[in-house]
Each structure stands twice: as C-alpha cells, then as structure tokens.
Nanobody
Framework: QVQLVDSGGGLVQAGGSLRLSCAAS????????MGWFRQAPGKEREFVAG????????YYRDAVKGRFTISRVNAKNTAYLQMNSLKPEGTAVYYC?????????????????WGQGTQVTVSP
C-alpha cells in the first residue's frame, strides 16, 4: 500500500514556474514508477510526465517537453515536477500516481495509487 500526497500548486502568471511535490508513504516507494497527470475542467485526465523507479526511463507529453522536468529522490520517498514557462492552458488539477510496472505508462488505468491533486492556475 502506498499513499501519495501532492503539494506545490498555486496561482502563477504565464511564464512563471512552480514545483510540485508528491510525498509517498511506505517503504517501497523505489519499487514504483511514478507519473504526473492533469485534469482541466470539462476535460479528461491526461498524462503529463512519468519516471521509472530508477529514473532511467522518463517520458513527457509533447506539449510540456523542454519546459517541465520530472525527478524523484527515492531516499526521500518523493517525486517532483518542475514546471517552467507555464501557459494558461496548463491550468488544471495535477495528480501524481504510482504503478508497479518497470516502464512509464501514459494511460491512467495502469496507475493504482493516486494523490489527492493540487490545483495549478496560470493567469494570462
């Protein structure tokens, strides 16, 4: 069992930055591949970025490549999403998620544990 707690969201102007954190409980955090998803009002939840347990496999959706960076510190049971050059279309609730596979997966049903979400609002 893993419990995830998202934090770090907020209101930022376009072009600004935020760093999201995902703190995990339990001793097996390093065994999980982590993902970040987002859901805007009226839209489906979408994959943003993912990182394998070792950090060797990282994947981003095209819209955030070059602006977002996903990372993890297994010793701290924490995953991060550094978001730079934010755009208004990035406004959404951001969720971290975990699954036990070895590779990053982009589809939400693969992930079995989810954080509660943190709101990110980007003003024009």
């Amino acid at each position: 069992q893993v419990q995830l707690v998202d934090s770090g969201g907020g209101l930022v102007q376009a072009g600004g930055s935020l760093r999201l954190s995902c703190a995990a409980s339990g001793r097996t955090f390093s065994a999980y591949t982590m993902g970040w998803f987002r859901q805007a009002p009226g839209k489906e939840r979408e994959f943003v970025a993912g990182i394998s347990w070792s950090g060797g496999d990282i994947y981003y959706r095209d819209a955030v490549k070059g602006r977002f960076t996903i990372s993890r510190v297994n010793a701290k049971n924490t995953a991060y999403l550094q978001m730079n050059s934010l755009k208004p279309e990035g406004t959404a609730v951001y969720y971290c998620a975990a699954h036990k596979g070895l590779r990053v997966e982009v589809l939400a049903p693969w992930y079995i544990y989810w954080g509660q979400g943190t709101q990110v609002t980007v003003s024009p």
